[in-house]
Nanobody, 125 residues
Framework: VQLQASGGGLVQAGGSLRLSCAAS????????AGWFRQAPGNEREFVAA????????SYADSVKGRFTISRDNAKNTVYLQMNSLKPEDTAVYSC???????????????????WGQGTQVTVSS
């Protein structure tokens, strides 16, 4: 499966962005999806994940209550709605996917088999 992330940009602190991750190549409805981010000089970190059915989600503590992950399997797309953005949210955001029938999602990057190219999110103070 191929993943294409989009929706990044420059926003002021307190603002919102919605990232999209469009999948192609296979039926995406059986793939768990996750968002990860990496800031300069930092390691890649987990942001959010959603099960193939959409019934299970998980968030990093740093984004709970501000970010929402969702998916539209009819459109083969996963979204990350980001509200109340902070300068520390600045990073390259990448989407990832793995085929699984489990409903327990993973926060571990190594468990994901497919990755998109990333989209830059910059939050100014």
């Amino acid at each position: 499966v191929q993943l294409q992330a989009s929706g990044g940009g420059l926003v002021q602190a307190g603002g919102s962005l919605r990232l999209s991750c469009a999948a192609s190549g296979r039926t995406f409805s059986r793939y768990e999806a996750g968002w990860f981010r990496q800031a300069p000089g930092n390691e890649r970190e987990f942001v959010a994940a959603i099960s193939w059915s959409g019934s299970s989600t998980s968030y990093a503590d740093s984004v709970k209550g501000r970010f929402t992950i969702s998916r539209d399997n009819a459109k083969n797309t996963v979204y990350l709605q980001m509200n109340s953005l902070k300068p520390e949210d600045t990073a390259v955001y990448s989407c990832a996917a793995r085929y699984t029938t489990r409903l327990v999602v993973s926060a571990t990057a190594a468990n994901y088999d497919y990755w998109g190219q990333g989209t830059q999110v910059t939050v100014s103070s």
